[in-house]
Nanobody, 122 residues
Framework: QVQLVESGGGSVQAGGSLRLSCAASGRTFSSYHMAWFRQTPGKEREFVALISRGGGTTTYADSVKGRFSISRDNAKNTVYLQMNSLKPEDTAVYYC???????????????WGQGTQVTVSS
């Protein structure tokens, strides 16, 4: 079955940048919309960014709009999340997800990665 493996997380100071990667295996990466979610202790997993199958359409949570950018390279079966101007409130475990529908709900996605930790210090 499909595997989604996130990488690129780490610790950074406020105002800094990180780029997360999610490598997919299993089948037909280009057939699926891809998204990033994040979760902190005591909170629900929340939507961050979404990209369509071909990469032509993107959607962002208001909290990250203008700072984060999602992209994909279908030839490499990889989706990215470029995170700029990071804030302490961006600290979370970031998850990659795959779905058939272009939606921002957790229920729109059928496969998830294991997550990668992002920590932003002030």
């Amino acid at each position: 079955q499909v595997q989604l493996v996130e990488s690129g997380g780490g610790s950074v100071q406020a105002g800094g940048s990180l780029r997360l990667s999610c490598a997919a295996s299993g089948r037909t990466f280009s057939s699926y919309h891809m998204a990033w979610f994040r979760q902190t202790p005591g909170k629900e997993r929340e939507f961050v960014a979404l990209i369509s199958r071909g990469g032509g359409t993107t959607t962002y949570a208001d909290s990250v709009k203008g700072r984060f950018s999602i992209s994909r390279d279908n030839a490499k079966n990889t989706v990215y999340l470029q995170m700029n101007s990071l804030k302490p409130e961006d600290t979370a475990v970031y998850y990659c997800a795959r779905g058939n529908n272009y939606g921002t709900s957790r229920s729109d996605f059928d496969s998830w990665g294991q997550g990668t930790q992002v920590t932003v210090s002030s």
